[in-house]
């Protein structure tokens, strides 16, 4: 870890030496520190996490937030910023964790354009509970679940993104931070459902290191078109890392609320009490 900053809480580290996660928590703060410099105040960012490995990161960062329930972190940021869309909501979520029990509340997140941006530790494991398959687990995959090897193909949670109509859809990778922090930026500054799914080592349970060593490369070229961001998302020789699609229309807060702020325009507590006073009396003529 960094030495002792404004972002980091002090709370004792219990991810393994070498995880993923550890690139993961230092590319959000470099993330947090660009955007405040690029006009978001810390206090407009909040973030949300589930439970897991992943949600460790919401003891570490000195960032407001909730912390959520197994599969129900995404559910809980479109909460978040349904009731003050003033805020930027930024959710952290497992791959098993937001791929398996919560799926879907990313399929309907996306779908609706839920302006929040959602980041996915993917090692391809369940590491909290000693690596059992998971939904993006490899085929053959060996775990306390599968000694024998899984015989299911893996879901793609960027095919599924895409699919399920996220109009920001990426993919970064831990060991490259400074990358990371890029498009976290630009997740967050995205009017939509922005959605990275982070390639992510299990040092103790599925090391991926030397493999994604061998296969990431760098994006060329930017965004595509929807039709070819998918067909660069269901590639498994190469792992391109960047922006695959981009697009805009309008969210579903816009739509939902119109412009209204329910936290900051809700009625005076005075004004609700003789609300409810007046439907009480109702109720009770009747």
Known sequence: MNQQDDLTTGAAVTWCPGCGNFGILEAFKLAVRALEARGLPRERLVMAAGIGQHAKIFDYAAVSGFYS???RAIATAQG?????????VVTFVGD???MGEGIEHLVFAAKRNSDITVLVHDNGVYALTTGQRAPTSAKGYRGPSTPHGSVEDPLNPLVIALESGATFVARGYSAR???LADLIVAAVEHRGFAFIDVLQPCVTFNNTYELYGRLTEPLEGGPRSFDDAL?????SDRLPLGIFY???KPTHEEALSAGRNPVLEHPAREERLAAVARLLGRTTKR
């Open 80 to 88: 978040i910023k349904l009731a003050n869309p003033g805020l930027s």
């Open 69 to 71: 329930l197994h599969g």
């Open 177 to 179: 931070k400074q990358e």
């Open 231 to 235: 067909a660069l998302a269901r590639r």
């Open 246 to 248: 981009r697009s805009e």
């Open 96 to 98: 098993g964790d937001t």
